[in-house]
């Protein structure tokens, strides 16, 4: 018998109600509700929470869907590849370690431990494993335990680096998820079994190999292969200076902390700044006799302030005086930029900026004429006068914006007198050896910060704003990255820990009512791992003052 009119479970979704009479799975509500098949549903949201398509439903709620082809999906189905990943490797390589490392060319980075060379029929047997996974489409199960029921597992497991991690937890639970006999946690709901997951490819990439997956702006395809030599080469050189440091992982970091050695690790990461700054002057300075311009770019939050004037600084003492100039000055008057699919103003594009003025100015620079700078005024949205400058032989301009690598920018402009610099905050700690941080998780808590410091807004506001700088990112910034002549990672191996204190309270304030609760509280997990340190060793010329506020530099 169905259950009473007043007893139905409701459902909405997309502001209709749906009503059932018993439980239903997450799964077969999609089914019941006809979403198309090409859509490629990975997780259900009821109520602002993330959960799996295996989760029952059996309370009156409000949902919707994640796909395949959004940051969360991609996030989702990568964590999901990445248990079924480690079960063939382990499998097949018992005594073996794999190192899930990093992103790259719209993949991930990954290298085994084996003692010996992992080559190339290594890695056609580890994919064959893997399709084998996949074709008996096991479950994938999870169970929710408290931490110290956690951590005795993983170290009856013989899991000894996650046991390590856990003993920093002092309270809260995990997600542990099971595939067969292998063990992984995870804060994404990850899908129900090995079937779900259609495509994949592993590609040599010495040592190790890269894993290829449906990329989110890609529409659930894997995109086509761009090698990005310049980013692997300053991942290796990051991995490089954190064996120095002895912080491969979060599990270190925390152990730094406990011993006082803190202020070493942060003396010797602001070195290696300091050096890489140094560097990138001297050679600057070795071509001095043909550049006039220095162009730098990098997305959002990567600390391009804070580094072109360390740069200037860095420049000066070998007797160029740069000139620093800002692209968002030369924005057009705002009734005049284009706009977005949308029909709202698109800051973002390279034809928001004045492209005819900003050519006009540096090539009368070149002539040694003296011009005036325009200045933005963001509140009225037009631009008004600045400052006049004058080139002369031992200066050089610094151009600093989103667009600064992108050739169409100062195409006129031979590029014997143009010296492009990337800079970005590429996060290289990892949790462990199994679990990585996205690059994008360590700008977006730089920008949660900076914002409520300095520019009055939530922590709610950055999120809900945050997929558009990502949209603008892959538009105008990542595809020109390669076309530098050096980059510079602005990440510090300690920041995580520094900002912890002061990303938590603001990421607290976000409630489950509000949409962005979701990924408040993935931030908030991955944080629990760190131990929290203060700002008291923080020298005022570091990066991160960009941020937390201290800096002797002038903003």
Known sequence: MPKDTDERIRIRYKGKIYSFDKSIKGKDLI??????RKNFVVAIVKNNRHIRLSDVIDSNCTVDFI???????????????????LKAFYDLFPNGQLVIDHSISKGYYCYPELGRLF????????????????????????KNMEVN?????????????TYELLKFLDSGNLNVYFLKDNCEFYNEPLLPSTGYIEKFNLRPYSPGFIVQIPYYTKEGRIPEFVEEKKLFTIFRETYNQNKILGINNVVDMNKAICNNRIGEVIQLAESFHEKKIQDIANEIDS?????????????????KTTF???????????GIKPIAISLDDYFLDREKTPRDESGEYDYESL?????????????????????????????DGKRENGEKIKLTKDQMLIIEGIHGLNPKLTENIPGYLKYNIYVSALTQLNIDYHHRIPTTDGRIIRRIVRDSLYRGHSALSTIKMWPNVRKGEEKNIFPYQENA????????????ALLKRRVVPLLEEIDDSKEECPEASRLLNFLSFFKSIDDKEIPPTSILREFIGGSSFNY
């Not at 071509?287 to 600390?303: A, D, K, M, Q, Y």
């Not at 005036?372 to 963001?378: H, N, Q, S, W, Y």
């Open 149 to 161: 029921q956690a951590r005795d597992f993983f170290k009856q497991k013989g899991f000894f680096d």
């Open 351 to 379: 034809y928001a900026i004045d492209l005819e003025l900003l050519n006009s100015n540096i090539f009368s620079l070149l002539r040694g004429d003296e011009i005036t700078l325009p200045k933005f005024d963001f509140i």
């Open 67 to 85: 796909y395949l082809n959004s940051v969360n999906g991609m996030r989702i189905y990568s964590s999901t590849f990445f248990i079924i990943l």
């Open 119 to 142: 080559d190339f029929y290594d890695i056609k047997k580890l994919s064959r494993k893997i399709e084998e996974i996949i074709s008996k489409n096991l479950p994938i199960t999870m």
């Open 31 to 36: 089914k019941n509700l006809n979403i198309p």
């Open 308 to 318: 072109s004037k360390r740069l200037s600084i860095a420049l000066r003492l070998h």
């Open 485 to 496: 002549d050096v980059m510079f990672n602005s990440a510090l191996v300690y920041e995580l």
């Open 287 to 303: 071509r001095r006799s043909c550049l006039r311009f220095i162009l730098i770019s990098g997305p959002s939050s990567s600390g």
